[in-house]
């Protein structure tokens, strides 16, 4: 990612004032409540010349937030997430990543921003990612409305889905099996900068 212009750092700025769990982003094999976090508004995006700022909750809507992006401003090559607290609908977040690279985008997580839970999934959709110095990322082990992934039978295959979308994005099916253990729904487990790498996260 090429470095950023003065405009893009000043929003930049303004955005990271409202990241509710930074202290937590040095953290990395810690766990947090995520309960600071769920008064995050949806995800809004601004986009200052080929870069997007992302920031809030991914809702069902976030496919289309990414198409219109794209149809809007054909020029964006790469998406900021300042702070992705988690996804309201994981199905369209998985759509939403699969788009993003479909479209070749590149993903940055902000310099001391945060992405956590389905915000992971939607990084994982960069051709080229990267984190800032001082991100925070965040997972745990899901939980819909009506199971929890501890109680599914591991042949079930509802993991199938998820183990094939990572594999999609160049992250191994051994990351899917560690976010399940690495906490339980209403926690979330930091990874260190040295798991970013491992599970192939990072391109770069």
């Not at 902000?110 to 984190?131: M, N, P, Q």
């Amino acid at each position: 990612m090429q470095a950023l212009t003065g405009r893009q750092s000043v929003w930049l700025s303004i955005l990271a004032t409202v990241l509710v769990i930074s202290g937590c982003a040095n953290m990395g094999g810690s766990q947090a409540s995520v309960g600071a976090a769920r008064a995050s508004a949806p995800l809004a995006v601004f986009v200052d010349e080929d870069v997007a700022y992302l920031s809030g909750y991914l809702t069902s809507e976030v496919p289309e937030q990414i198409t219109s992006l794209i149809n809007d401003y054909p020029n964006v090559t790469d998406l900021v997430l300042v702070d992705v607290p988690g996804s309201l609908d994981q199905d369209a977040t998985i759509e939403a990543a699969r788009l993003i690279r479909r479209f070749e985008l590149n993903t940055h997580i902000a310099k001391t921003g945060y992405v956590l839970s389905g915000g992971v999934d939607l990084f994982l959709g960069g051709v080229e990612r990267t984190i800032g110095a001082g991100a925070g990322v965040g997972v745990h082990s899901w939980r819909d409305v009506s199971h929890a992934s501890d109680d599914i039978d591991l042949s079930d295959p509802v993991h199938a889905s998820y183990v094939n979308f990572y594999l999609a994005m160049g992250v191994p099916e051994r990351f899917y099996w560690f976010t399940l253990d690495a906490a339980p729904a209403e926690r979330i487990y930091f990874l260190s900068p040295e798991e970013f790498y491992d599970y192939r996260l990072v391109t770069d």
